[in-house]
């Protein structure tokens, strides 16, 4: 592979564009994960961090910042916080779904224990507000830590919500707001604050980090229907055996007939899924047009996304965010 297909996608695009600013990130979360006193806190981490990942919410930040013509290094700070941030929450999300496998690889749970994941976790929130702090902003403490407590509370919404077949859209759109958006919106917005960028700029970042966030999760939902298991890395279905109430589904169970929500409360409310059920609910969620609306509703987050980076300074770095909005979603186009 050449460098220009390497290069194709948006997201390692940003990677080469901030590869030296990522460099110094890296640094500062190994400096910070360490621990004089209890060596099982970088152990943990480490596996976590070393699993990979695209690392795009930091990238996010240090976009934001360069987009606003920021020059310092508090950005790199913000960056490392963003990902600290990620780290605890997927740590403690092994823990509450009981997950065995991350990226290919056994979790953090399975291979050390529950305790020490949950622990480890706290210590990197703890971490990540210890970097806020040194930026000396406390808008900047006040955004992280609203959408710190906001990805709480998605969490605990979706304990409610799961598997409850009178989940509405407007309650998936709470917990992905939660799980997923408000660090996208939190880490762009960042980004404009430290560079002291107008009011409205700002606003845009965030807003531009709600839709991709919102699109980002609704083209997932849909890949776990519709996918290529090769390029996602998720099996066909894993959501559906897990009995998610993801977008597709929702819509569909809205259309269901008598028989339809039988199929739906046994399958997702009860857990009794026998062979030829996925196929079946692919099946029901074509015939209700559901998988096709969810698609435009990605689209459509992805597009209010990309507008509100026009009201942004022309710079290269937004037109590279432009084209990872567009990328979320041609995932499933």
Same mark, same amino acid.
């Given at each position: 592979?050449?460098?220009?297909?390497?290069?194709?996608?948006?997201?390692?695009?940003?990677?080469?564009?901030?590869?030296?600013?990522?460099?110094?990130?890296?640094?500062?979360?190994?400096?910070?994960?360490?621990?004089?006193?209890?060596?099982?806190?970088?152990?943990?981490?480490?596996?976590?961090?070393?699993?990979?990942?695209?690392?795009?919410?930091?990238? =996010?930040?240090? +976009? *934001?910042? $360069?987009?606003? @013509?920021?020059?310092? /290094?508090?950005? #790199?700070?913000?960056?490392?916080?963003?990902?600290?941030?990620?780290?605890?929450?997927?740590?403690?999300?092994?823990?509450?779904?009981?997950?065995?496998?991350?990226?290919?690889?056994?979790?953090?749970?399975?291979?050390?224990?529950?305790?020490?994941?949950?622990?480890?976790?706290?210590?990197?929130?703890?971490?990540?507000?210890?970097?806020?702090?040194?930026?000396?902003?406390?808008?900047?403490?006040?955004?992280?830590?609203?959408?710190?407590?906001?990805?709480?509370?998605?969490?605990?919404?979706?304990?409610?919500?799961?598997?409850?077949?009178?989940?509405?859209?407007?309650?998936?759109?709470?917990?992905?707001?939660?799980?997923?958006?408000? =660090?996208?919106? +939190? *880490?762009? $917005?960042?980004? @404009?604050?430290?560079? /002291?960028?107008? #009011?409205?700029?700002?606003?845009?970042?965030?807003?531009?980090?709600?839709?991709?966030?919102?699109?980002?999760?609704?083209?997932?939902?849909?890949?776990?229907?519709?996918?290529?298991?090769?390029?996602?890395?998720?099996?066909?279905?894993?959501?559906?055996?897990?009995?998610?109430?993801?977008?597709?589904?929702?819509?569909?169970?809205?259309?269901?007939?008598?028989?339809?929500?039988?199929?739906?409360?046994?399958?997702?409310?009860?857990?009794?899924?026998?062979?030829?059920?996925?196929?079946?609910?692919?099946?029901?969620?074509?015939?209700?047009?559901?998988?096709?609306?969810?698609?435009?509703?990605?689209?459509?987050?992805?597009?209010?996304?990309?507008?509100?980076?026009?009201?942004?300074?022309?710079?290269?770095?937004? /037109?590279?965010?432009?084209?990872?909005?567009?990328?979320?979603?041609?995932?499933?186009?």
């Amino acid at each position: 592979m050449d460098v220009d297909q390497m290069l194709s996608k948006p997201h390692d695009r940003l990677a080469a564009r901030f590869e030296a600013k990522m460099a110094s990130v890296d640094g500062l979360i190994r400096a910070r994960m360490a621990s004089r006193h209890a060596p099982r806190i970088p152990e943990v981490t480490a596996h976590l961090v070393g699993a990979g990942g695209k690392r795009l919410r930091p990238m =996010l930040t240090l +976009a *934001a910042a $360069e987009i606003c @013509g920021y020059s310092g /290094d508090n950005d #790199e700070k913000l960056a490392a916080t963003v990902e600290f941030i990620h780290t605890a929450t997927l740590l403690h999300d092994d823990v509450v779904d009981e997950s065995s496998q991350r990226r290919g690889r056994a979790t953090a749970n399975l291979l050390w224990d529950n305790k020490s994941s949950i622990l480890v976790g706290d210590y990197l929130f703890a971490r990540s507000f210890q970097l806020m702090v040194e930026t000396g902003s406390l808008r900047v403490l006040d955004i992280l830590a609203d959408a710190s407590a906001t990805i709480a509370e998605g969490e605990v919404l979706q304990l409610t919500a799961a598997r409850d077949l009178a989940t509405t859209e407007e309650i998936y759109l709470q917990v992905v707001r939660g799980k997923t958006a408000a =660090l996208f919106s +939190a *880490a762009t $917005e960042v980004g @404009g604050v430290i560079s /002291d960028a107008p #009011e409205a700029q700002c606003r845009a970042l965030r807003a531009y980090g709600d839709g991709l966030g919102i699109a980002f999760q609704i083209a997932d939902d849909l890949l776990d229907f519709q996918g290529d298991s090769a390029a996602t890395g998720k099996n066909i279905g894993d959501d559906f055996r897990e009995r998610k109430l993801t977008l597709p589904v929702i819509k569909a169970v809205a259309q269901a007939d008598a028989g339809e929500r039988d199929f739906w409360r046994r399958t997702i409310e009860k857990g009794d899924q026998r062979d030829g059920d996925l196929e079946c609910a692919i099946a029901l969620m074509r015939g209700h047009g559901a998988l096709e609306a969810a698609r435009a509703d990605a689209l459509n987050w992805a597009a209010k996304a990309n507008d509100n980076l026009n009201q942004l300074p022309e710079h290269p770095t937004r /037109d590279l965010l432009g084209d990872l909005a567009d990328y979320v979603v041609s995932r499933i186009t």
